[in-house]
């Protein structure tokens, strides 16, 4: 199968006239053909195959009239056989707004085996650039070349295009000046040494998030934000970002109801990042009764930070600060009449930490809060804590998933009775913040605890191996439990502000 060319001609595809040529990652063609696809005053051509892949193209003798020779890495690519046809158009570079700034790659053997590897980042960027500076590369195309005698192959992935924002753009011109950012699959063999800026690329320990494993239930989407609008940025290397002119983000806000998981998600988010511990605390606890103390313990919270980005500057690791329950020391200055003027000093502090004179670069504050309506206006403003994502009540999936979480360990240890329907039950708990939904798993566990204990002999050994806790308990456990804001939707709206 292949499309009609509009401006070009339907070739057959053969292979590459040589081993050391298909490690070139070019395109050839006949000497007769060729000035059809010649760039204007260079001795290359550029052609785009099937409107899928740009390649360059070079005459060769060896190519006869009517073929394109592809390397067999290049017709997988375009999933094309020899012999086939292929449309093949002349390809014209944008003028402007196409270069490459960074490329994403995936680097592996071209023959899997149990060979071991290491590569310096700064020495095969060098080389990649030599070999492939001036063709154009798409985000998912792989390469192959060869490099200290081993063949091996990249898979290209993200690319960052001059002028295009993160995630735009999925192919560029090789430039020069492209920074090449290094991954390898999983036991590959290959170990990279040496990358520039590697640390924040290796920000996260696992590409894929389950939230569930860490015991946080219907809060997907959330976090798929939180990760996407804080994070993005971080994961280019700083020289990158510098050039491109991107700030970081350097504050989030978590906010919404009581119970819905945000001390949970401080808790739990370090577990998903590698390298540095994120330093968690709660406003009250920073809260001291004496003079300056107060100060004095948020100043201690940055104190790693600014020493770090004084001795490294843009290479200093992230350092992730998370403020729980930070209505209780960020309320809007002025509006506290206790005198002391403490709380409009530490916003005040806050701001130059993030965006004053002395801000800091490698620094992400998550603040968290039930109540973003007290905080002070100052702190939501761009550049600030700019993106706040709502942590709402859970949806009816995101209840089963947090009835599943409470309820896996008795489900495990077969405490659990089989008649109970997580489904049903999230359907009869609209309106249930996550807290509430332990509660009821929590009250249904004692109806089931009732049943064993003999309270006319409390002596009496427990008759462990029967506790089942049945439907039944749940239903009974729903009569107890009642949802803070079921009826109350003004209170909801409060913390929805
Ligand atoms: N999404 C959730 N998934 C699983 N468990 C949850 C979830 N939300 C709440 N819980 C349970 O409820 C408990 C209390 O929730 P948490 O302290 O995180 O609420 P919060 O949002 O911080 O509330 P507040 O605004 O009052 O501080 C958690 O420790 C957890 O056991
Ligand atoms: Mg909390």
Redesign the pocket.
């Known amino acids: 199968m292949y499309m009609e060319a509009k401006d070009g001609r339907v070739l057959r595809v053969v292979s590459t006239p040589s081993q050391d040529l298909a490690l070139t990652n070019c395109s050839f063609c006949s000497r007769a053909q060729f000035e059809d696809f010649q760039l204007p005053r260079a001795d290359y051509g550029m052609v785009s195959v099937n409107g899928q892949l740009v390649y360059k193209i070079l005459p060769h003798d060896a190519v006869e009239k009517g073929c394109l020779a592809l390397n067999a890495i290049q017709r997988r690519c375009l999933k094309v056989s020899n012999n086939d046809a292929v449309a093949v158009e002349r390809y014209a570079l944008p003028a402007s707004g196409f270069n490459l700034v960074m490329i994403h790659v995936e680097l592996d053997f071209i023959s899997k085996g149990k060979k071991q590897e290491t590569i310096d980042a700064a020495i095969i960027s060098k080389e990649l650039t030599k070999r492939f500076s001036g063709q154009v590369l798409t985000t998912d195309q792989k390469v192959s070349f060869e490099y200290v005698g081993t063949n091996f192959l990249f898979t290209v992935g993200t690319v960052l295009v001059d002028g295009q924002l993160e995630g735009e753009g999925s192919l560029g011109l090789l430039i020069d000046d492209t920074v090449w950012q290094f991954e390898t699959p999983a036991n590959s063999g290959i170990k990279i040494v040496n990358q520039k800026g590697g640390q924040s690329t290796n920000l996260f320990k696992t590409k894929e998030f389950n939230f569930q494993k860490l015991?946080?239930?219907?809060?997907d989407a959330e976090f798929g934000d939180i990760f996407r609008r804080a994070f993005a940025s971080r994961v280019f290397p700083p020289h990158v970002i510098s050039k491109l002119g991107i700030p970081h983000v350097k504050g989030i806000l978590l906010f919404?109801?009581?119970?819905?998981?945000?001390?949970?998600?401080a808790r739990q988010i370090g577990k998903l990042l590698n390298g540095r511990e994120p330093k968690v605390v709660n406003g009250p606890e920073v809260l001291s009764k004496f003079v300056g103390e107060t100060e004095k313990n948020v100043r201690d919270l940055f104190a790693d930070a600014e020493a770090e980005q004084k001795s490294r500057g843009d290479e200093s690791d992230l350092h992730i600060i998370i403020f729980?329950?930070l209505d209780a020391i960020c309320k809007a200055r002025g509006s506290t009449r206790d005198g002391t003027g403490v709380h409009d000093s530490i916003v005040n502090q806050l701001l130059t930490k993030i965006d004053g004179v002395e801000s800091l670069n490698n620094i992400l504050l998550i603040g968290?809060t039930?109540r973003k309506d007290l905080l002070d206006e100052a702190l939501l403003r761009p550049g600030r804590m700019e993106v706040q994502i709502e942590?709402g009540l859970?949806d009816e999936n995101?209840r089963i998933?947090?009835l599943g979480?409470?309820s896996n360990k008795m489900k495990e240890n077969s405490f659990l009775s089989a008649d109970v329907d997580l489904e049903a039950l999230a359907a009869k708990t609209q309106n249930f913040?996550?807290?509430e939904?332990?509660g009821l798993v929590k009250s249904a566990t004692s109806f089931a605890l009732n049943r064993q204990v003999n309270f006319a002999d409390l002596y009496k050994q427990l008759d462990e191996d029967n506790i089942k806790v049945t439907m039944d308990d749940f239903l009974k456990a729903l009569d107890e439990v009642k949802p803070a804001f079921g009826a109350a939707i003004n209170t909801l709206e409060l913390c929805r502000y």
């Open positions: 015991g946080i239930g219907g809060l919404g109801p009581p119970g819905t998981g945000k001390t949970l998600i729980d329950e968290m039930n942590i859970p995101g998933q947090i979480i409470h913040s996550g807290a939904l332990e």
